[in-house]
Every structure is written in C-alpha cells, then in structure tokens.
C-alpha cells in the first residue's frame, strides 16, 4: 500500500496549488482519503477527508470555502484545490486512508510522504 503527495510549492498569498495523492497497492474506492497539514513546531492537522462510499467532503473549518478536495478513483488520484492560499497555510501536507472520514491522526491507516506548501511574498 503505498499512496505518493505531489504538487506542493511555493505560491504568493492569494494564489492557487492543487495537490495529488495518488495511490497504489490497494482499491482506492475502499477507502476514504483525508489530507493533514504540519506546520514547523506544530501538531500534525487534518484539514478535508472525503468518503469512500458517497464522495461527501469535510473541510476543517479555516479552509472552508477556499479548498476543495475530489478523486478520480479510475485514475486513483485524490486531489486537493487550495484557492485563496493564506501564509497560515504553510505547511508539509501529507494524504493518508481510512476506513471512515475523522479528524484523528491515530484513525488513518496509511501515510504518504509530505509535500511542502509554502504561502510567501
């Protein structure tokens, strides 16, 4: 099982990144997918999980509107649009997969490698 974060970068505030999880091993449609955020000094962060079974989305509160997570589970690629990027959201962001959508690093499965986002003039 293996699932592969990409397109992090560096982006001005106010701009757009689209990141990609793309999984490998496993069914993808089994299982819902999350993205968490870890900023230097701070707790990891769940920030969207969208389901397995019917695509509904969650979204931490200060994304809300801003982000938008989806997947393509032919293509097994989990994809998360951050619009409106803010220097608070810098951070490495990393996807992982659950059985359920939930908030809690100890209930993700699995873990992919992090991509750095970097929000910065």
């Known amino acids: 099982v293996q699932l592969q974060a990409s397109g992090g970068g560096l982006v001005q505030p106010g701009g757009s990144l689209r990141l990609s999880c793309a999984a490998s091993?496993?069914?993808?449609?089994?299982?819902?997918i999350g993205w968490f955020r870890q900023a230097p000094g701070k707790e990891r962060e769940w920030v969207s999980c969208?389901?397995?079974?019917?695509?509904?989305?969650y979204y931490v509160d200060s994304v809300m509107g801003r982000f938008t997570i989806s997947r393509d589970n032919a293509k097994k690629l989990v994809y998360l649009q951050m619009n409106s990027l803010k220097h608070e959201d810098t951070a490495v962001y990393y996807c992982?997969?659950?059985?359920?959508?939930?908030?809690?690093?100890?209930?993700?499965?699995?873990w992919g490698q992090g991509t750095q986002v970097t929000v910065s003039s």
């Open positions: 992982a997969a659950t059985w359920k959508c939930g908030t809690g690093v100890p209930q993700y499965d699995y």
């Open positions: 969208i389901s397995s079974s019917d695509d509904n989305t």
């Open positions: 091993g496993f069914t993808l449609d089994y299982y819902a």
